[in-house]
């Protein structure tokens, strides 16, 4: 697919050719850093290029207060965190214009190799700044699936039109999954030449290791031993189907004598869930916890954790879950059938039908043996696979193979 002539950035890597070495340098722009995967991976990628021979550097807008921060997780990386001003969802116009100079400014002050970005709007304002910056080497990540369950056919159809001008800007693109990346090609988004899977990677050593230490969350909610506790962790949206989460807990809570049940984050759908335990008559059986920064924690007392989303890209919650050894059940949509194996890491179920989310629970509720096999399981199959170093690994790999094609050669040096 041809570039558009005036955003050629040519000039700039035939200098990159001539000029003195220098380190190599990646500059990744995120949206904002709410709770959630793309915060994570933004985060762990710029702190592991470090180990690989990369200066690199992470720019993001503010998160809604709603949608949680993940900004400590930069700095307990030791990740220099750039905020971007104005750049904001719903920020208008004029912000919008605002953020485009400001990063317009920063890639020509700072002349970075490879900028990557994360979520719509820093792809979009990114991805234009970048090439009149004739920054040499521009990619954009998918984390998830585009517009399925998100909105109305006519924004769907105009967004798949947006991002088809925006992937005409990118040298590289890379999907989460092969999920996203077939959805990618289905909408034509960009030529299949363009597209590469990198899956996520995550910190998940502290739940390989919290696997063997249960008790706190069950202490903390007064829950004993010998009571079931099933969980769902994530933010609390539409996407995540979480009213099927409590369909599901009335009807085992009126199969089983004793059930417990946590819903672990916080988001705009809150207040309704809230109602629908009230109307359940489950105000005694469902704990909501809100946003928790010790989930090493939380997954050890879990016998069971759901997702009960209606579309993901990759499912963090369950990856960390399956590092911590518990076993899952889970809606089969997205990239998540990239992550569970049906009856082997976990039980896989059509999106919205709770009776089949109680069903696949009790069952395993009911077979601790099982339970326990197919936690040892899931461990193997998310440990290294999901891991930030594998991540980094790739990516280096990925970015070195651009440069190279460009002429620009991996051997920029540090």
Do not use: C
Not at 17 to 23: E, F, H, N, S
Not at 133 to 146: D, K, M, N, Q, Y
Not at 173 to 184: H, I, K, M, N
Not at 249 to 266: H, P
């Amino acid at each position: 697919m041809s570039r558009f002539p005036l955003l050629d950035a040519e000039p700039a890597r035939a200098a990159l050719r001539t000029g003195p070495p220098r380190a190599r340098k990646v500059v990744r722009v995120i949206t904002r850093l709410n709770i959630g995967g793309p915060a994570q991976h933004a985060v762990l990628l710029t702190a592991h290029l470090g180990r690989h021979g990369w200066t690199s550097r992470l720019l993001a807008g503010r998160a809604d207060p709603h949608e949680g921060d993940m900004s400590d997780l930069a700095a307990a990386h030791e990740v220099p965190l750039v905020v971007v001003p104005t750049l904001r969802n719903g920020a208008g116009p004029l912000a919008d214009i605002a953020a485009f100079i400001w990063l317009y400014r920063y890639f020509r002050r700072e002349r970075p190799d490879v900028v990557h970005l994360h979520l719509l709007k820093a792809r979009l304002l990114g991805g234009l700044a970048a090439r009149l910056a004739r920054v040499p080497l521009v990619v954009e990540t998918f984390h998830g699936a585009l517009f399925a369950d998100y909105y109305r056919p006519s924004v769907s159809r105009f967004l798949a039109w947006l991002e088809r001008g925006l992937a005409r800007l990118m040298d590289g693109v890379v999907a989460v999954s092969d999920a996203v990346a077939d959805e990618l090609r289905r909408l034509r988004v960009t030529p299949d030449e363009k597209i590469t899977v990198i899956p996520l990677g995550l910190n998940l050593e502290p739940f390989l290791e919290a696997a063997f230490a249960p008790g706190v969350l069950r202490r903390q909610l007064g829950v004993g031993d010998e009571v079931p506790l099933i969980g769902v962790v994530g933010r609390l949206v539409p996407i995540k189907g979480l009213q099927y989460f409590v369909e599901a807990a009335a009807e085992m809570a009126s199969r089983l004598a004793q059930v417990r049940f946590v819903i672990v984050g916080d988001g705009s759908e809150r207040p309704a869930l809230e109602r629908q335990v009230s109307r359940a008559a489950l105000g005694g059986q469902v704990h909501f916890v809100g946003w928790r920064r010790d989930l090493e924690r939380v997954y050890p007392d879990l016998d069971v954790v759901m997702l009960t989303s209606l579309n993901e890209g990759t499912p963090v919650s369950l990856i960390e879950a399956m590092a911590a050894g518990r076993a899952v059940v889970a809606t089969r949509v997205g990239g998540v059938p990239d992550v569970v194996q049906d009856g082997l890491t976990g039980l896989l179920v059509s999106p919205r039908d709770a009776h089949a989310l109680a069903e696949a629970t009790l069952s395993l509720l009911q077979d601790p043996e099982t339970r326990r096999r197919m936690g040892e399981a899931a461990r193997r199959a998310v440990f290294p696979r999901f891991a930030a170093e594998r991540l980094a690994r790739d990516m280096d790999a990925y970015y070195r193979t651009l440069l190279g094609r460009r002429g620009i050669g991996p051997e920029v040096s540090a």
